[in-house]
C-alpha cells in the first residue's frame, strides 16, 4: 500500500512537471508570434506558423487566427476571405464564435461588402445576443443600406458616453451625415474620431 501510494505521488509529480515545461514552451512560442505580428515581419511569422513546435504548442485555430490578423495588416483580401470561411465554422464555443463573427462582420461592413454581411447576419442571429444583433444591423443601415435613421439615438447624451462608445458613434454619425448628404456635420465626427483614438492611445 505504502508503494502504490509513494508511485502516485511521483506520477502526479511528474504530471505537474510536464505541465509547466509545456506551459513554459507555450508562452515562449506565443511570444514570439505575437512580437513577429507586432513589428509586422510577416515572413519571420509565416515560418514561426509552420514550424513543427508551433503546431505542436499552439492549437490550429489560434494559428489561423494569428495569420488572419497579419492577411488583414497587409490587406491580402482574397485570403483573408478564404481564412474566415476557414475560421468561422472552426469556432466552437459562444466566446469564440461571437469573436470571429464580430471581426468578420466589422470587416465586410466598413468594406461594404453586402454579400459577406447578408450570410453573416444569419450566423449573428444564431448566437442569440440581441446587443450584438441590433449593433451589426445598426451598422448594416448606414454603411450598407446607406440610411440616416440612427443619428437621433446616437447623439443622444453623446457627451456623457464613455471614450470607446463616443468614438463608436462619431465613425456612425460620420458617415451618416455622409449619406445625408452634409459633408460639414460628416467632417466634424469624423475629426472627432481622430482625435478620439489620440486619446484613446
Do not use: W
Request: hydrophobic fraction near 40%; charged fraction near 30%.
Amino acid at each position: 500500500m505504502k508503494n502504490a501510494f509513494l508511485l502516485i505521488g511521483i506520477l502526479i509529480i511528474i504530471q505537474i512537471v510536464f505541465t509547466v515545461i509545456y506551459q513554459v514552451f507555450r508562452n515562449k512560442k506565443e511570444n514570439q508570434l505575437i512580437t513577429a505580428l507586432q513589428s509586422s515581419n510577416f515572413d519571420e511569422l509565416d515560418r514561426l506558423l509552420q514550424a513543427r513546435s508551433t503546431k505542436i504548442f499552439i492549437g490550429e485555430y489560434n494559428r489561423e487566427y494569428l495569420h488572419l490578423n497579419a492577411l488583414m495588416m497587409q490587406e491580402k483580401k482574397k485570403e483573408i476571405n478564404a481564412t474566415f470561411d476557414k475560421l468561422i465554422p472552426m469556432a466552437r464555443n459562444k466566446k469564440s464564435k461571437f469573436d470571429i463573427l464580430n471581426k468578420a462582420f466589422s470587416y465586410y461592413v466598413f468594406a461594404e461588402d453586402r454579400a459577406h454581411c447578408d450570410k453573416l447576419l444569419k450566423e449573428i442571429e444564431k448566437l442569440d445576443n440581441k446587443s450584438f444583433l441590433d449593433s451589426c444591423k445598426m451598422k448594416y443601415d448606414i454603411f450598407i443600406l446607406k440610411k440616416t435613421n440612427h443619428i437621433t439615438e446616437l447623439e443622444q447624451n453623446f457627451d456623457s458616453l464613455p471614450l470607446l462608445k463616443k468614438l463608436n458613434n462619431s465613425v456612425l454619425l460620420s458617415e451618416q451625415y455622409k449619406n445625408a448628404g452634409n459633408p460639414t456635420k460628416a467632417k466634424y465626427y469624423e475629426n472627432l474620431s481622430k482625435s478620439l483614438i489620440e486619446v484613446k492611445k
